[in-house]
């Protein structure tokens, strides 16, 4: 593995920054607010620092609606402060990751400003015009956010695409215009020092031309993982990431696991890493995230199975449960009221003994759990308020008591809680009225505790993290799920030339036997979430207590 790669070991801690912290009164998280929090991130021995989107914004969809590439969002700071994060965090030894959207742009860009209104603007095909059918939308094509994804300019009577939001105008990547200026806009950005980049939903940037009615789904598949991605991410990657050595992580949006394997190939000519979600889909009844349901253990085994052995060689993936779009793992899979500590640390250990580069999201690493919000005008995410409105609303679908159990689930909210840091108000968020309410559990659960308490989720996640960088296995061998039938255990094992790894994570609080053939080799347990097994040797029969883990591994 060659120092360009140091990716392969390394572990990414996500900022989310509007809600890490304020370094003042504003009630917004900052760039100052996250300088001050670095000697902790290096405590915890993260590598890098992923940051969601810091630039100009109008802020619709928190900051994935880019108005400026080149700016710094005034309610984060300054580019000044951004420099100094930047030296900061190096002179720390972390490296830092942007997060940068080029499906598409804020209709406040003064790309969109200009073709607004105006086919005879340089800009108007840097976006996707058609004109209307039957005097109504091109398609039936629909909105991630709700509703159909066409918008009329009713000045030149054509409507423009827009995936997301009806302020996130989605780009042109057939006009090489717009593939040039996304080249020397990443190329800005790297030339500053920036490490990598985290690209957002970057798998719907090649859309069929055609632009056909979908009879049976909602358009995806008409611009998911499009006839030209590949060549757009191969002409990108040419041109900016391998000339800087930049570490690319893609999120995929409804991909396959064929696309991610050339996404991902080891040639390095596409991107490093890919983000899927299908794990994450577990608890969606029927495909359908917005309802409230258990989630599918055996379901979610298969998809990581599915997964692990089929990049293997053949690609690399990011391994994560949080981040600011999905809720807080521990109240999702976990359970946050009778054994929060255990289940975070089991579930944390679940998806960090895989193969791929780990990601923690900011709060993961003390158990932060779902705020368990009571009413609708505690949310801001547009998502779900938006779907709050269409189901209860306008197709009265289910009732209001209904729909706030499935967002109290569901909702991009949920992990969009101000960083708990300590006891005093706010959670020591800010000084000020935060953004967003601080979950109210915020006394139990914060920072400081957990750095007082050796035997908090704070020193697992830290060991989990020096674990991957000193044991080869973790980063190289294959992958068995060794229990794929068992309805309370995962277990499975990761084997190269030298080592058998083998990861056992009780998901429930049944106490759960296990016979293991173990017994009599050269093993040790490297990791446990009880404290009593440090000591232990591995035994062939084994009890498995409620949420609990235990790593061994074996010396060929």
């Known amino acids: 593995m060659t120092n360009s790669e140091w990716w392969r070991t390394a572990t990414v801690y996500q900022i989310y920054p509007k809600s890490f912290c304020d370094s003042g009164n504003k009630g917004t998280g900052d760039l100052q607010g996250i300088i001050s929090k670095l000697d902790y991130l290096q405590k915890l021995g993260v590598d890098a620092l992923w940051l969601t989107p810091v630039y100009k ?82 398609t039936n094509w629909q909105s991630k956010f709700g509703g159909n994804a066409w918008a009329l300019d009713e000045v030149t009577n054509q409507y ?21 200026e996304v080249k020397e806009i990443i190329s800005f950005w790297a030339e500053k020092g920036i490490d990598g980049f985290r690209l957002d939903v970057i798998n719907l940037i090649s859309k069929q031309q055609e632009y056909l009615n979908d009879d049976i789904g909602d358009g995806r598949r008409f611009y998911t993982d499009g006839p030209k991605v590949h060549q757009y991410l191969q002409e990108i990657s040419q041109a900016v990431f391998q000339k800087y050595g930049s570490v690319t992580v893609g999120e995929m949006s409804s991909t396959t696991l064929e696309h991610c394997q050339q996404y991902s190939a080891q040639d390095g000519k596409e991107l490093s890493m890919v983000f899927n979600f299908h794990h994450l889909k577990a608890d969606y009844k029927d495909g359908d ?28 993936g990011a391994l994560f449960w949080c981040n600011h779009d999905q809720p807080r793992v521990v109240s999702r899979l976990g359970n946050d009221q009778e054994y929060r500590e255990l289940s975070a640390k089991m579930l944390a250990s679940s998806v960090h003994m895989m193969q791929g580069t780990p990601y923690i999201y900011q709060g993961e690493e003390i158990g932060m759990t779902n705020p368990h919000y009571t009413s609708i005008e505690q949310y801001r995410d547009l998502e779900s308020t938006n779907m709050f409105d269409i189901m209860v609303n306008q197709d009265q679908s289910v009732s209001e008591s209904e729909m706030l159990e499935i967002l109290d689930q569901k909702s991009r909210d949920n992990s969009r809680t101000p960083m708990q840091w300590n006891r005093s108000a706010n959670a020591g968020f800010s000084k000020g009225l935060p953004w967003i309410s601080v979950a ?31 044991i080869d296995v973790i980063t190289t061998g294959n992958y068995k799920d060794l229990l794929p039938e068992h309805n309370e255990l995962f277990c499975y094992q990761r084997e190269n030339k030298t080592h058998r790894l083998i990861a056992i994570h009780n998901y429930y609080k049944n106490e759960v ?44």
Request: charged share 30%; net charge negative.
């Open 57 to 138: 914004s109008p802020m619709i969809d928190n900051g994935y609606d880019i108005a400026d590439y080149y700016s710094i969002n005034p309610d984060f700071g300054t580019m000044t402060d951004f420099d100094e994060l930047l030296a900061q965090a190096k002179s720390r030894g972390i490296r830092i990751i942007m997060d940068i959207v080029v499906n598409h742009t804020s209709t406040e860009h003064h790309w969109f400003q200009s073709a607004l209104g105006n086919k005879e603007s340089e800009y108007r095909d840097y976006y996707i015009w058609k004109d209307p059918v039957d005097g109504k939308e091109p």
């Open 160 to 180: 423009y695409l827009h995936l997301f939001a009806k302020e996130q105008a989605d780009l042109n990547w057939e006009n090489p215009k717009v593939r040039q």
């Open 289 to 316: 995230k917005w309802t409230k349901a258990p989630f599918d253990f055996l379901s979610l085994k298969s998809i990581f199975n599915h997964w692990q052995t089929g990049l293997n060689g053949n690609g690399w």
């Open 440 to 470: 109210d559990n915020y006394k139990e659960i914060n920072a400081q505790q957990a750095v007082e308490d050796k035997s908090s989720a704070f020193y697992f996640y830290q060991k989990l993290i020096q674990l991957r960088k000193n």
């Open 513 to 556: 036997g296990l016979n293991l053939d173990v017994e009599g080799r050269d093993a040790e347990y490297i990791l446990s979430n009880y404290e009593d097994m440090e000591e232990e040797k591995p035994q062939s029969n084994l009890v498995l207590r409620p949420y609990e883990c235990r790593v061994i591994l074996i010396k060929k």
